[in-house]
């Protein structure tokens, strides 16, 4: 199936900084990809649909100037968790429909802010 | 937007027994079912799906039913083996892209 592949897997940060999380499909393009978060034990929450070359739609709860996120080309969304705080610690997953139209996810990126 | 609810949220099962888990949707636009297993600290992975034209899909061991009046669907798993311990989601979608999941159930099956 269609590989998309995420980066970091892990990361540690301060509080206060901001943090980069990359999502790449790597044999397929997607103009479309989504960022999920998700916590100990619970289900994927969607946070945010990245549209390539324009704004990404937030869902409703999600600040924007908090998770901001770039689609910059077909193949590659980023969202920067900015001013990061220990509440933001969780596992956040991106997700891209590649053919025949289902959803391939990232291997996630495991944040904790300290 | 759409509102899944899955159930149980958790299920234990002897091996060799039968595993159900149930999810009901809100939005009759959604038209695509997938479900995905879990297992810790890993991406999900898409284990069957189903399309709204379809009432039932069968895979081996897997199998899952849609009833679109009622808005409800279920994965059935039959004759469990301790691999298939991990968490099960149900998802909605009303496009194919935007993916709107239930909360989950942690499946565990006793050797």
């Known amino acids: 199936g269609a590989v998309v592949s995420q980066h970091p897997s892990w990361v540690i940060c301060k509080s206060g900084t901001s943090v980069k999380i990359e999502c790449r499909s790597l044999?397929?393009?997607?103009?479309?990809m989504f960022w999920y978060r998700q916590f100990p034990k619970q289900s994927l929450m969607l946070m945010a649909t990245?549209?390539?070359?324009?704004?990404?739609?937030?869902e409703q709860g999600v600040e924007k100037d908090k998770f901001l996120i770039n689609h910059a080309s077909l193949t590659l969304s980023t969202l920067t968790v900015t001013s990061a705080h220990p509440e933001d610690s969780s596992f956040y997953i991106c997700?891209?429909?590649?053919?025949?139209?289902?959803?391939?996810f990232g291997q996630g990126t495991r944040l904790t802010v300290v | 937007g759409e509102n899944v609810e899955q159930h149980p949220s958790t299920l234990s099962v002897q091996e060799g027994d039968s595993a159900v888990i149930k999810c009901t949707y809100s939005?009759?636009?959604?038209?695509?079912f997938p479900w995905y297993k879990q297992e810790l600290g890993k991406r999900p992975q898409l284990i069957i799906d189903?399309?709204?034209?379809?009432g039932e899909k069968k895979d081996q061991r897997i199998a899952v039913t849609l009833n679109k009046t009622a808005k409800h669907f279920s994965l059935h798993i039959t004759e469990t083996q301790p691999e298939d311990s991990a968490v099960y989601f149900c998802?909605?979608?009303?496009?194919?892209?935007?993916?709107?999941f239930g909360t989950g159930t942690s499946l565990t099956v006793i050797p």
């Open positions: 997700s891209a429909t590649g053919p025949p139209r289902e959803a391939f």
């Open positions: 044999d397929f393009q997607a103009t479309t």
């Open positions: 990245s549209n390539e070359g324009s704004k990404a739609t937030y």
């Open positions: 939005d009759s636009a959604s038209n695509y």
């Open positions: 189903i399309r709204s034209n379809v």
């Open positions: 998802a909605a979608s009303p496009n194919g892209n935007q993916f709107y």
